[in-house]
């Protein structure tokens, strides 16, 4: 059981248990999460994407350290792959943040990706929760780039970094579209392996063709993380976008855009769930699809007429 | 959904490869756990940190080193500070037989697998234990 106090009072294990029940899809932790939200509100959260390799979990240490420079307490989430043929995953980012796992003042938790759509973003967001009320300053979550969730997760984020490397066929064109877009600052780590000239460029050009929302055009950094370059800009550009966000009103419309968002999955997920519990108690459907089989009835019809059943419960 | 098993491997330690700690990693992976794995060099507090803050079931230790009878007693008593007792604690690498039996003995190793185990009797024992 969690201890919510303690909890609050910054008991590392009762954080760790209280993420585990939120990736467990435990029956409590929406019991545990309503006792939580009142003490939340109150952390930055930084979401870093890019390719696998990209030097995303490198960086995250290296911002770790400017964060401790700071004394601000930090939590990390490190996603990886879930493998959809066994279940399991192998959740390495640790290996680049050994210099931090001694340090009280940073706590950091691995997750699979799992198995349903939606989940991840899910428990990603509740997690977030979790370290916001055990007092975490910034949180840093790190996903590779590519579903939908980790999009997801990336528009959860105050500020998304979207980590390319010159060179390793990140070719901006060929980046997904939805990628590109979330990025509010552009970091090209391992500006020490090649020209970083044309990937500026062509980034550049991309912004000039779209609009920018709240009129923060995103800048770009260059970073190489081997050698502690760069970091020191990145930072502060992190540190300008908050206030960037703070005063122009964004951080406010962002945050009720999320609520909305969240609360709409919520409830979707909950009719969802309700629809199918009601569909496989009540023969109906059956008599329906055969109905349908023998022509007597139309797929629309058999649905609109189960949506009239659902609505009048 | 079902709850999902955790596991740290990690390579406390000197010695230079973590050859077979990645090969029990991926197999474990292969089982359908979730395996976190910190890289070499550990000692035992980053161990315990890592454990306590990922909610692992389980610690598999790969020590080649020869200084398991140093490492497992204190990765155990760190843990027991921690109120982490709960987290099982296993290991694999080369060992005299007697060290093997002291380890379990003493309960400072739930169990230990010897080079010939297969990784299917390591993944048979995490499952039936946790
Ligand atoms: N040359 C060079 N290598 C780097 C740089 N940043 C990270 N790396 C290396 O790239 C590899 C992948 O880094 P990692 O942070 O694990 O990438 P992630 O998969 O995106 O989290 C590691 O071997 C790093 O040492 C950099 O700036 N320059
Ligand atoms: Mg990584």
């Known amino acids: 059981m969690i201890d919510i106090d303690k909890l609050l009072a910054g008991d590392r294990r009762m954080a760790a248990r209280a993420i585990s029940m939120i990736e467990d899809e435990d029956e409590d932790r929406q019991k545990l999460l309503s006792e939580l939200f009142p003490h939340t509100g109150n952390v930055l959260t930084i979401g870093i994407t890019g390719s696998p390799g990209a030097g995303k979990s490198s960086l995250t240490d290296a911002l770790t350290r400017q964060a401790r420079q700071q004394d601000l307490k930090v939590g990390i989430i490190a996603v990886d792959p879930t493998s959809p043929i066994s279940g399991g995953a192998l959740l390495g980012d640790r290996i680049r943040m050994q210099e931090h796992a001694l340090d009280r003042g940073v706590f950091i938790r691995s997750m699979g990706t799992r198995g349903c759509l939606g989940g991840l973003a899910r428990a990603t967001k509740d997690a977030v929760k979790v370290l916001d009320a055990f007092g975490c300053n910034i949180i840093f979550i790190e996903t590779v780039g590519v579903g939908q969730s980790e999009l997801d997760i990336m528009h959860y984020a105050d500020t998304t970094l979207v980590v390319l490397t010159p060179g390793a066929g990140d070719h901006v064109q060929t980046i997904k579209a939805g990628i590109m877009e979330i990025a509010n600052i552009f970091v090209i780590n391992k500006a020490d392996l090649g020209n970083t000239g044309k990937m500026i460029t062509d980034i550049e050009q991309m912004l000039d063709m779209s609009s920018h929302h709240n009129g923060w055009r995103p800048p770009i950094i260059k970073t190489v993380t081997t050698e502690e370059k760069g970091l020191p800009e990145l930072w502060n550009m992190i540190l300008t976008h908050k206030e960037y966000n703070e005063t122009s009103g964004a951080q406010k419309e962002n945050e009720r855009k999320r609520v909305q968002q969240e609360v709409q999955e919520l409830l979707e997920e909950k009719i969802q769930n309700q629809l199918k519990l009601k569909l496989s108690s009540n023969g109906n459907m059956w008599k329906l699809v055969e109905s349908i089989v023998e022509r007597n009835m139309d797929p629309y019809a058999a649905a609109n007429k189960l949506l009239k059943e659902f609505l009048s419960i | ?130």
């Open chain 2, 1 to 130: 959904m079902a709850r999902k098993i955790r596991v740290l491997v990690a390579k406390p330690g000197l010695d230079g490869h973590d050859r077979g700690a990645r090969v029990i990693a991926r197999g474990l992976r292969d089982a359908g756990m979730e395996v976190v794995y910190t890289g070499l060099h550990q000692t035992p507090e980053q161990v315990v940190e890592a454990a306590i803050q990922e909610d692992v079931d389980v610690v598999g230790l790969s020590i080649l080193s020869g200084a398991h009878m140093t490492l497992f007693p204190k990765i155990c008593e760190l843990l027991r500070e921690n109120d982490s007792e709960d987290i099982k604690v296993i290991g694999g690498g080369t060992m005299p037989e007697e060290d093997v039996k002291e380890l379990v003995e003493k309960g400072w190793a739930a169990q230990i697998f010897t080079p010939g185990a297969t990784l299917e009797q390591i993944a048979k024992w995490i499952y039936d234990n946790v």
